[in-house]
């Protein structure tokens, strides 16, 4: 049987100061500060319980792993990791000597359904492997991110992880051309890290200078605004493409003739690599293997391909 491609999902790796915290414990300090949180994830201790209507799951972060630097003869290492779902408990048909019944059924130890998630640390991208099952729901990702929490409140720090969705090529842009007046625009904008568009530049420049790492635009004009490159509106739908932002963004205005609103930018590009899914999948140490690196290579080359970097600025802080 031929093997099946691998799929993933496109995330933006983003990191968020929230207020309720600000006098409480550091900020992140730069990728290695971003792999410690990782690599802590990992630890038994910061897995999640989660207690359905007829279920009991257990969410678990593991087999994380960190490449050198020059593997791609990049500057910066690829980080793996291993995200799992274990049913502990399930309410079902149980089967006794005397009948069939509804209980609660255990297992020891548990199923679990694991996907591999592949951080590009050169660039703060993250393709993980798509499964349609545990993605059915956000569950998974709100799991993810208690871990990150977890993780990251053990090691004394106030930042927060988050992953937002790296929306298909060009779909939020392509929305924002799509009117014939746009009357408004409304996205919540994360201080983008390492990759600005020189479209964006400027705003990168207002938000690092201001200290703003969370800016919520919501610009409006009933005339219409201004749609040209490089103007705030652009800037905005630029770095919302690029996925530095939190949610979805929704514009208003007129299109084909009539009063439209569009909501985009919730669902993450999709990638295929064809012939490495169940390498990729069978690897607990992802990079130390020359096939395995030539794996990791390829769904490298795939991410760049489905969301190329910006053409002239990076901003790493």
Request: include cysteine; glycine fraction near 6%.
């Amino acid at each position: 049987m031929a093997e099946r491609p691998f799929e993933f999902d496109l995330f933006r790796l983003v990191v968020v100061e929230p207020e309720i915290f600000e006098i409480l414990g550091s900020p992140v300090a730069g990728d290695d500060g971003l792999l410690n949180v990782l690599r802590e994830s990992c630890a038994p201790r910061h897995d999640v319980s989660i207690l359905g209507a007829k279920n009991q799951w257990k969410w678990s972060l593991r087999d994380f792993e960190v490449t050198s630097g020059d593997l791609f003869d990049r500057g910066v290492g690829i980080a793996t990791a291993r995200l799992a779902r274990s049913l502990l408990e399930q309410t079902a048909a149980i089967v006794t000597d005397e009948t069939i019944v509804e209980g609660l059924s255990h297992a020891e130890p548990p199923a679990a359904t694991p996907i591999r998630l592949v951080f590009y640390m050169e660039r703060h991208l993250v393709a993980i492997e798509h499964n349609s099952t545990l993605m059915a729901t956000k569950a998974w990702l709100d799991a993810l991110h208690q871990i990150f929490d977890r993780a990251a409140a053990v090691l004394e720090l106030r930042s927060q992880i988050r992953l937002e969705p790296v929306p298909e090529a060009n779909q939020v842009l392509a929305a924002f051309f799509s009117f014939q007046r746009l009357t408004q625009i409304r996205a919540t904008l994360l201080l983008p890290n390492p990759e600005i568009s020189r479209f964006a530049k400027g705003l990168y420049d207002q938000m690092r200078s201001g200290g703003v790492r969370e800016y919520l635009n919501d610009l409006k004009s009933p005339s219409g605004l201004s749609q040209s490159m490089g103007e705030l509106p652009h800037a905005v739908a630029s770095l919302a493409q690029d996925g530095y932002k939190k949610g979805e963004v929704v514009l208003n205005g007129v299109k084909d003739g009539a009063r439209r609103r569009i909501r985009t930018g919730r669902n993450a590009a999709r990638g295929q690599v064809d012939q490495v899914r169940d390498f990729i999948r069978g690897q607990v140490t992802i990079a130390r293997t020359r096939e395995a690196q030539a794996a990791l290579a390829a769904v490298l080359g795939e991410i760049d391909r489905i969301h190329p970097a910006p053409d002239s600025e990076t901003g790493r802080q």
